[in-house]
């Protein structure tokens, strides 16, 4: 499970920095934990709220980076993907692996789930033995004490011989001990190793250790490559390899060490898959031992009050119901709430518009000049940003809160079944989850399913979950065709759950697709599965308000400018250059007309939606500018007038309801398709994604037309 | 003989003692990594609403698995207490 705040933070999308130490002196610390264990807490107390995304050198993946200081002295912190173990089995868990093991850092600091504290020290175990220059941080230390349960922090750390500090990052607890603790790295003393094998296990590590020991291991402890050397993980060895400099498996030290491990294990009688069992199972033993010492109860039961919940949340009967009126809710707040801020900011926009353009006319500027600016550029991004900025701006903090809740991966282990029918992950539901936010951040979220094929299915039907970029076209076309344009409160209500049915139509591809898939392109059987359902926790509303609107505002803001500037530039020039008598956008939608019109739409419509890859905000205004026969987008207007056009211009029932279809089922947006070709690193896979959702879109369309002129609709 | 007794077998708040697992290669080890290695206590807590995944309790922390895995985990025979909501002796408090 990925679904930290940094990763639906929604801000995944890299940029393809690397870890720049921007002073010399800084050292680089790596924040490793588990998933949900108020890691990105722990981060952005100490950083700050500037958070930035970055890669480290050699792979494409999101680490945030940030920096602080302590008695003058720079760190410069590396977010980690939360894992459970350093035997990666998602693509997620070997991007952190792989830092941990051979990032670098100078410092690692693995961060606890005081409540959970069995579970967590596996991975620090792990890491123990990777590195000794390790800082834990016992996190939710106030929760656990709610639930009745004491840490003893002073024995972890004398068992372990490292520093141990008690934190509760939500309140900025133990934040500055932390600080203390990690300047004071690398800690003195003979390292004691942190689990202890059975002890045949320990001869067996000491004999291949031994044949190791001529190597130069750049600083990694023999003990731990040679348990590597036995393990048969596949996936460390490009990794290490790219770290040590030479294969280890085909040195002579390793091949011998290899075959002495082996002649080891045989010699006490047992096998090389009993030997990777005593790996995996004496750190569980280690983990139970030591959470049984440092951990004491003096309420009753502190999980009693989840599993309360959970009866309702996962319930059979009540599950499903409360899922979906829950998104109700979500859909309805965010319509309610957007409206008045959206027409605002709109006002706000266009008169800045209407005076910078007065502005550069008196300076001389040339007109054409002045239109393509402020007309073409100006205005696109002006309706980007005050059509999508409120409705991501409230549900995005909505979402994040009912992820903070813990409540998604319940909707995970309520759906999973379906999904595996279908033969794909119950993950995906979460990734779908992050795609009604934005696609893009679904498609990268999709690494948190482990199998690779499972991945593949869930990345190509992301973009059948609509975004919220979708969500202006969807809901204003709904308001005015299927309610009637009247804004009462009652009809917001309405429009959020015909926004629902829309999601489940959605779904339903989802599952469709993905089980056609896996039949035919991508064959194969469901994988193995494993999903924590973490505890619930109460979200603290303020900071997540604070932290997702800002999130929000920068990356619509960004978007504006990446990818609606531009278009608003292309668009603007195919409305004023002329192909004869014509401008070359109403040649373009003439040329489209009678394709389009099988499919229920008109040239217009189909030319918003090609010219709305770079931004799916836009193919509403565009339709509109076309209709309008302006040489620019039009001001968002009142319901009637939008009707007005929209009728005048053959809209009927039925070519509503054909583009609210399209606009669910059809490419994906230009980032979204970048997102795609990054993450799967095929062309091939790219196009699957592109062709996909746009042959059901078509489909459905078509059917749709078909049936709606035969009822005269 | 008495019949195996495996993981996907255990109702609702039925416990378990791990005795082995039969799966390979990775999914062995995802399952050993979350804690289900040999004399582990397992916890039933949770079926989902469609009858699949299953919830366990595993060293502290609640794991969905498929009934698919959960079939390869094979438990001890001695018969695993039935709890109602109360904790098993020396063992985690999940019910």
Redesign the interface.
Known sequence: MGLTGRSTGWNVIEDGLTVRKEHPEDRVIALAGNPNVGKSTVFNRLTGLHQHTGNWPGKTVTNAVGRCEYRGKGFLLVDVPGC??L?A?SCEEEVARDFICFGGAEGVVVVCDGT????NC?LLLQTLEVTRSVVVCVNLMDEAKKKGLEVDTALLSRELGIPVVPAAARNGKGLDTLLAELDRLPCAGVPEPPVRYALWAEEVLKAVEEKLRPLSLRGLPGRWVAARLLDG?ESLWPAMEGFLGFDLRESDEGKAGFAAGRERIEAQGKTLQDF??EM??GL??R??EL?ARAVG?NK?????R??RI?RWI????V??PLMLLLLMGVFWLTVVGANYPSQLLSQGIFWVEEQGAALFRETGCPEWFVELLFHGVYRTVGWVVSVMLPPMAIFFPLFTLLEDLGYLPRVA??????F?KCSAC?KQALTMCMGLGCNAAGVVGCRII?SPRERLLAILTNNFVPCNGRFPTILTLIALFFLGGAATPFSSLLSAALLVVLLLVGVGATFGVSRLLSATLLKGV?????????PYRMPRVGQVLVRSVLDRTLFVLGRAVTAAAPAGLLLWLMANLQVGEVSVLTWCCGVLDPAARLIGLDGAILVAFILGIPANEIVLPIILMIYTSGGMLTEPSGTETLFAILTQNGWTVTTALCTILFSLLHWPCATTLMTIRKETQSIKWTVAAFLIPTLVGVLVCFIVARVGSILGM | MEAERCLSQLGEGQSGIVDRIS?EG??R???????L??G?EVVC??V??????V?Y?I????????R??ARQVTLRREAGKTQG?R?AEGG????
């Open positions: 459970y173990s035997m089995h959970c504290l069995e579970r596996n993980e990777r069992d995996a199972a569980v033993r983990a139970k959470a109860r009753g039961d502190p999980t009693l989840d599993r959970d996962t319930g059979k009967w599950g499903f282990f309520n759906l999973d079944r379906a595996q119950g482990d469901p994988s193995s599965f494993t999903l924590e359902l973490p | 799966a990775r999914i080890r995802r399952l050993q990594d979350i804690g290695i040999e582990a807590v949770r989902s609403p469609l009858g699949d995944p919830a309790a060293c502290g922390a609640v794991i969905a698995l498929r698919e895995d909501g904790a985690r408090p999940w019910a």
